[in-house]
């Protein structure tokens, strides 16, 4: 798989600097927001049948959503709030900034790959003492919340656990790169 990031530098680039927000009103799903104002005005730029949203996800770093620090909010975008990673990066300060944003930044798009189920994707699952983790730990993906700001790849399927409760998944085989066309 080839991963392109279309970040602006490029000269046929379509991407664009969206002006500052403090606090970017979002809310979960398709409903009418300034999230989904920014995706239609400087991605989709207002075409119905814009060929781009077929073929591309839409992934924008914004200061802060009103919701969370990162989610899907539609079938093909995401978001991450920079206000977030940085408050991440205030609390761990032996992380390392590019992987902080990077594997946030991988692991929203995961979720337009329809990554079902996701071991270690709840709130108990964040810190290596939570039994969460500690039962998820062999999904070594970045899809895990034990492993989000640390690892920048989706897990191989590797990593073998003998118990009920979790295992690993293999990301690269049940990654489904059409996943995000289904709801149109």
Not at 6 to 12: C, F, H, P, T, V
Not at 23 to 39: F, K
Not at 148 to 164: A, E, I
Request: aromatic content about 20%; some cysteine; hydrophobic content about 30%.
């Amino acid at each position: 798989m080839v991963y392109h990031l279309d970040d602006g530098r490029w000269e046929n680039s379509r991407s664009d600097l969206i002006p500052f927000d403090e606090l970017t009103e979002a809310t979960w799903g398709n409903e009418e927001n300034e999230l989904n104002d920014i995706y239609d005005t400087y991605y989709a730029q207002h075409e119905e049948d814009a060929w781009r949203r077929g073929v591309f996800h839409y992934g924008v770093v914004i200061y802060q959503s009103s919701v969370v620090n990162g989610n899907m909010f539609g079938a093909n975008r995401f978001q991450i709030s920079a206000n977030g990673m940085e408050a991440k990066l205030r609390q761990f300060p032996s992380l390392d900034r590019d992987v902080v944003y990077a594997s946030a930044y991988m692991h929203e798009a995961g979720h337009t790959f329809g990554f079902r189920p996701i071991p270690g994707h709840n709130s108990m699952s964040y810190y290596p003492w939570q039994v969460g983790w500690w039962l998820s730990r062999p999904y070594k993906s970045c899809m895990n919340y034990g492993y989000m700001y640390t690892t920048v790849d989706y897990s191989d399927g590797s990593r073998p656990f003998y118990g009920r409760l979790s295992g690993d998944y293999d990301d690269w085989e049940r990654m489904d790169l059409t996943y995000f066309q289904r709801d149109w």
